[in-house]
Structure formats: C-alpha cells, structure tokens
C-alpha cells in the first residue's frame, strides 16, 4: 500500500519581481550604536555558546506528519552566539557598506539587509536539532536580516501586560511559507522586558501554535526593535526530497546570480544521483541477469518531477 503524505501548502511571495530599495532609513542611534564595537574577525572558539533546545515539535504535532524532510517541524529556542558575537554581527549589519548596497524591501518585510555568513559549527548543531544533515542552500542566500523598529519608545512590558495602543497579533512580518525545508532565526535584540515575539505556524488543521523564540513573527512588545538573522537550509544529501524554491528570494537578489547557483546545486545533485544509481546498476547486474524496468522507471520518474520543479522555478525576467 503506497504510504499517504501530507501535500505542502504553496509559497506566498513578496509582490516584487526584482530589488526594491527601501525609501525609509534606518534610525540614526540604532546605526551609531551599533558601529561602536571593534571590529574582529569571526572566532567560532570565542563567539559560538552552543546551548540545544529544551524541547523539539514534531511535524505530527502540528497535523503534518509525512510532510518535509525530517520528522522535527520547529524547536524551542537554543543559544548559537556570545554577546559579542551579536554586537559584531550588528556592527556588520549596519555598516556603511551593507546598508548602502545590501538593503532592500519587500511587501513582507520593510528593511532586509542580507548578510553572507556561515559557519560549519553552527550547521552541525542546526542539523542535530532539524533531525536531518543540512547545508546553507546557496551562497545568495545564506542568511538575511529582517528590521523592524517602532518608532515611539515603548514602556518594558512584565509577562500578560499589554502595552496601550498595540493590538495582540500586530505582525512584524507577513504570514509566509518559507522557500526551505528549514531556516534558522537567531534573534540579534536584547530581549530584556520583551514579551511576545513568538513565531506563529498555522497547523494541518488550521490552528495556530505561537512558539517562544525569534511562520510569522509577533511583533514583540516592551522594545523599540526586532531585528532578526535568517539563514536558510537544504538537504545535504542528494537523495533527499528538495522544496526548495526561489519566491522569496526574487525580489531581493540579482536573478542572474541566483539561477546560476540555483541550476549549479540542483544539476549537482541530479549528477550525483545518475551516478550512484549507474553503479548500482552495474553492480546488480552481476548477480541479477533480468532487468528490474520497474524500478529504473521509478527512479526516472522521481528525476522526472525534480526536473520539473526546476523549470518552475527558471521564468524568464519579463
């Protein structure tokens, strides 16, 4: 009997085709402060406090068993980084350069400001806790930034108090399906006397499971910012099933830059897998004289379907 999986929703996406710079800047103390620190390079031994999370959600929780790569679908907050990493971090965001070339905006999100960076360690951990091996999906796209700031100083808010004049579920970014099986949100704000902020799932069944921690994002109330680094994650494996597409990522990236890398991954993947399965072929038919031409169907069709996800995926630019 062929095993019944739950089908993933399509991908909502942004209403910009191509790179929208933002026409509001950033706050002026917001950017000085955070270009105060010295500038030093990347030390994992001396940045990286890797804490795993108390607790993980399955997929089966939340009405989706079967769907995605791995039976893990979010997990309760961890620790990635030292403080100082974080001030480093926010020293890069919102230098000169990444916020005069690196800073766009989208019906989504009003301030993105990609950033490039990656590191094994923080894989590794990542994919202990996904439950699945995992790599950054492209180097376009290693992580980004998400800002959002209020413009009023808010009061500290204690656990069950609301802040006068803001509504329960304000959102600081759109509900959205993400272009990944997998993303990490390290939150780069100080938390303190901050509640909500929860990431909201709408489960198989149509609920809603808000999880403590940096989907859609709550705004966060007792804090004058929120602002978050996303980086996105595929299978390692080439065998592995790939949702992979590029939604999101159309208005905030160069699309010649983005199917190269895109097609370059994807055909890799595809090499790979004619490859080892050439040589199982090989190896099958020293002991085994009859052709199995409903397996080598199989395999085609399955090669088939990636294929087809990926001419979705390669619209020409109109």
Not at 169 to 178: C, G, N, S, V
Request: charged share 30%; aromatic share 6%; glycine share 6%.
């Amino acid at each position: 009997m062929a095993a019944a999986f739950a089908v993933a929703p399509s991908v909502n996406a942004p209403v910009e085709k191509h790179i929208t710079r933002p026409t509001k800047k950033q706050p002026r103390a917001l950017v000085e402060n955070a270009r105060k620190p010295e500038r030093v390079k990347f030390d994992p031994k001396k940045h990286l406090r890797i804490v795993e999370p108390k607790n993980r959600i399955a997929m089966k929780d939340i009405g989706l068993e079967g769907a995605g790569i791995s039976p893990i679908a979010v997990t309760e907050p961890l620790s990635l980084f030292t403080e100082e990493a974080i001030e480093q971090m926010r020293a890069e965001i919102f230098s000169e350069a990444v916020l005069e070339n690196c800073q766009v905006a989208s019906s989504f999100a009003a301030n993105m400001i990609r950033n490039y960076a990656g590191n094994p360690e923080v894989a590794a951990i990542v994919s202990k806790v996904a439950g699945v091996d995992l790599v950054p999906a492209m180097d376009i796209d290693m992580g980004h930034i998400n800002v959002s700031v209020s413009t009023r100083e808010a009061p500290a808010c204690q656990p069950g108090e609301n802040v006068e004049g803001e509504k329960d579920e304000k959102p600081a970014f759109a509900w959205h399906r993400d272009s990944y099986p997998f993303v990490c949100v390290t939150m780069l704000s100080d938390c303190t006397g901050m509640v909500r902020g929860e990431t909201a799932l709408r489960t198989g069944t149509g609920d809603i499971l808000k999880v403590r921690g940096p989907s859609q994002a709550l705004k966060a109330l007792g804090g004058r910012e929120r602002i978050s680094m996303v980086t996105s994650f595929r299978p390692k494996s080439a065998f592995m099933k790939d949702e992979t597409v590029l939604t999101s990522l159309r208005g905030i990236a160069d699309w010649d830059e983005m199917y190269y890398q895109y097609a370059e991954y994807r055909l890799q993947n595809l090499a790979d897998r004619f490859s080892e399965t050439r040589k199982q072929l090989l190896e099958r038919q020293k002991t085994q004289p009859k052709f199995d031409v409903d397996q080598a169907r199989e395999f085609l069709e399955e090669q088939k379907r990636y294929i087809d996800a990926m001419l979705t995926e390669l619209i020409k630019d109109e």
